[in-house]
């Protein structure tokens, strides 16, 4: 597999001494309609996957997953004292059955007796194409089932239902589980609804140029949603716990359901399509993503994304593809306050040239550093306003050093271990008997460094679904005798790495406070002050895509991934290499990495969204090429019908005519929409609609229900886009009263404002 950023289409091809185990699978080929592999927080992953097959195969059917984790793992020890510690945290887990009557439900780990899927974007989705004629009735097997890694999975409870019922009903409902016929303990909440298969598919000409074949596309589908599974038998033995998902499937119609016996079980021998056959996809990412991340710390630390496409065998070798995909994030944000001046001092203080394990000895004199920002939360390429001064009053010059370190957490849900990363970004000399100004030194700016993440685990934590992996800074001014056992003088003060650059007015705002930094300040508390989930910002513009300003730079060196699932992933392992968004338009930005002593000059960070001016922008995808404020909607909605990609028109026209697009009626919303045929798209043209209206009071109730009205198939998603930025929540109920399904309601309310 190519790394991020390559043209080529990612393909296995199965050789011709594994064909026992591929089965008669000769080629998979995962083709994204964006080339390079990268994607903002809230985008759609679409694109295509290719299975080549040959002669009569059989199988439980074809299948491709989208999966977004952090995953940590260390050790202490060594030798048989070795103990080795593993934890994940699940952002994104969706499976799609492209061919075959097998469907499954993400997987929810250590679940235990309660399995709740509302927590993980995606895994309790399942995908179900059906013909009109099922429309009336659609009965399904439901089984909620306990994986085991290298046996049979052990089945919890089973029950029939019908979906098409289910789904007309608008409401969640409650079913009791059975085993073997009878009554069994546990019970499986579900919710379903009936939409049109192009609705959730691309089926239509893409950016790929590959034709979606006729037998991969279908009338409706039904999206089955599970909500939780609870109070569920015990499956594992000792200290084991389930690790639950649903699988559901048609009667096979070689089997009959008898009553008061085991239901039958998945058909294995679905007949795959003979020769090349093409199936459309597309994943929607969480609005608030984690960005993709690789992090020194213990063994591997890591946020990923990839795509898994998969025959489904009843073995564990199947054979498979895995590409891998880099987010980008637009949270943590910050908020008001970090923007004020702060400052940190040490009074003076003695400094040795030996230190170590309470140990002092030959004593250099007295330091103290004083140091002071001009905020508390930049984003990567950000040129630091650096003050204070270090009062140097030994015989000796001393270096002087200012740091960016970035503390990290690991943990299992039980246990936990940290590990610190420096990034030196500025160095001077102290003279003797003498005082340093921070100011006069050299540009100092933030490095390409990833974000700040508090865990993307927004709520209760549990044994399946808590933080595996957080990462935070502090910018520190040392000064002290060099050597590796010596003692330093330190000012630091807690730094939120944001995904966005603050608004002029925003920093304005904020000039009249400064902040005094207690010397014992936790640096995790700066996440307290900051915006990670959909609330809007009045701090910094949305980062929603590349006409939002920033520069996609690549970190580290290509590596390649390893997944226990790729048994038969005898292609090239994946390759994959992160990248982070840079505010900084100049030519010379380095990768980089920790203990290295570059620093990545910054350019002027105004950018064209931040002012209400004039300006031309050059753009070949059908983007409006020149801009002012007097711009009609008529321009944009001639745009919007020749670009592929209609989020980046309507970000664009948002960012350069921000007084324009705060003052959209509802019906140019609806307008706007209308202009957008796919329906997983819609969510997040409604965001970068919302985007514009986040620093007024213009959007009201009205507006999201013009949007929906012009959303049919997606007005959930588009009503919980632009929720939070409604100035009258009071009167949410006439977007609430627009949708059909109770569920469905109780989800959007909880995106307006409180």
Request: charged share 20%; glycine share 8%.
């Amino acid at each position: 597999a190519p790394s991020i950023g390559s043209n080529q289409s990612t393909t296995t091809q199965i050789n011709s001494l594994t064909e026992r185990w591929a089965m008669g699978v000769s080629e998979i080929k995962i083709e994204l309609e964006r080339e390079n592999g990268v994607f903002y927080a809230g985008e759609v992953v679409r694109g295509t996957v290719t299975f080549v097959v040959n002669g009569s195969v059989t199988c439980r059917g074809l299948q491709i997953h989208c999966r977004g984790r952090s995953h940590v793992h260390w050790h202490t020890g060594s030798g048989d004292s070795r103990s080795d510690y593993d934890g994940t945290t699940e952002f994104q887990n969706q499976r799609v059955t492209l061919h075959g009557n097998y469907y499954k439900s993400g997987l929810i780990n250590n679940a235990g007796s309660d399995a709740f899927f509302d927590r993980v974007r995606g895994s309790g989705t399942i995908l179900i194409p059906a013909d009109g004629a099922e429309q009336g009735r659609m009965p399904l097997i439901v089984r909620v089932m306990d994986y085991d890694f290298g046996k049979r999975d052990d089945l919890l409870g089973e029950l029939v239902i019908d979906a098409a019922d289910l789904a007309r009903s608008g409401d969640l409902k409650q079913f009791p589980l059975t085993r073997n016929g009878k009554p069994e303990k546990g019970q499986v909440v579900l919710s379903a609804k009936l939409v049109p298969f192009h609705s959730l598919f691309p089926t239509k000409a893409s950016a790929t140029g590959v034709a979606v074949s006729a037998v991969a596309v279908k009338d409706q589908c039904l999206v089955l949603t599970v909500h939780s599974a609870t109070d569920l038998r015990k499956a594992d033995w000792g200290a084991g716990r389930n690790d639950v998902y649903v699988q559901c499937y048609r009667v096979p119609p070689s089997k009959e359901i008898v009553p008061r016996k085991k239901l039958p079980g998945p058909d294995k021998k679905t007949l795959l399509p003979t020769g090349t056959t093409t199936y459309p996809f597309a994943f929607q990412l969480r609005n608030d993503a984690p960005g993709s991340a690789e992090i020194r710390a213990g063994d591997r630390a890591f946020v990923r994304y990839d795509l898994y496409a998969h025959a489904v065998f009843a073995n564990w070798r199947d054979p498979c593809l895995r590409r891998m995909i880099a987010v980008v994030p637009c949270r943590p944000v910050p908020k008001l306050e970090l923007l004020s001046p702060a400052q940190q001092s040490t009074p003076l203080s003695p400094v040795y040239n030996f230190s170590c394990c309470g140990m002092k000895c030959n004593a250099q004199g007295l330091v103290s550093t004083t140091l002071s920002l001009d905020r508390r939360a930049y984003c990567p390429g950000e040129l630091i306003q650096l003050g204070g001064k270090v009062v140097n009053e030994t015989q000796k010059e001393l270096p002087v050093q200012v740091v960016l370190r970035q503390y990290v957490s690991l943990s299992t849900g039980f246990s936990s271990t940290s590990a610190r990363n420096d990034f030196r970004i500025g160095a001077a000399f102290c003279p003797a008997l003498g005082e340093l100004d921070l100011s006069t030194l050299p540009r100092v700016t933030v490095p390409p460094v990833y974000p700040s993440f508090d865990g993307g685990v927004h709520g209760p934590t549990s044994r399946s679904h808590y933080p595996c992996l957080k990462y935070t800074y502090t910018v520190e001014v040392r000064a002290g005798p060099e050597g590796a056992c010596a003692s330093a003088v330190h000012s630091r003060i807690p730094l939120l790495i944001s995904t966005a650059p603050p608004l002029p007015e925003a920093i304005e705002k904020a000039r009249s406070n400064t902040m005094e930094i207690s010397p014992d300040v936790n640096p995790w508390e700066i996440f307290d002050h900051a915006l990670h989930g959909p609330e809007p910002s009045d701090t910094t513009p949305k980062i929603s895509g590349e006409e939002d300003g920033g520069k996609i730079v690549a970190l580290g060196v290509v590596s390649t991934t390893n997944f226990s699932e790729d048994k038969a992933h005898l292609g090239p392992a994946p390759s994959y290499q992160p990248v982070v968004n840079v505010f900084d338009t100049s030519d010379n930005i380095q990768s980089s990495s920790p203990g290295t002593t570059e620093t990545h000059p910054a350019s002027n960070l105004s950018s064209p969204f931040l002012n209400d001016g004039p300006h031309d922008s050059s753009s070949n995808d059908g983007m409006i090429h020149k801009h002012d404020d007097t711009a009609g909607i008529a321009s944009l909605l001639s745009s919007l019908e020749n670009a592929y990609d209609k989020r980046k028109v309507v970000g664009e026209f948002v960012r350069d005519h921000p007084a324009r697009a705060a003052k959209l009626s509802p019906e140019e919303i609806a307008q706007i929409l209308s202009k957008v045929t796919f329906s997983l798209d819609q969510a997040s043209v409604a965001g970068e609609i919302a985007a514009g209206f986040e620093r007024s009071d213009n959007m009201t109730c009205a507006h999201i229900v013009a949007a929906m009205r012009a959303c049919e198939y997606s007005k959930t998603d588009v009503a919980k886009a632009m929720a939070p930025c409604a100035s009258d929540p009071q009167n949410r109920s006439i977007v609430l009263d627009y949708l059909e399904y109770s569920f469905e309601k109780d989800d959007v309310a909880k995106y307006f404002r409180k």
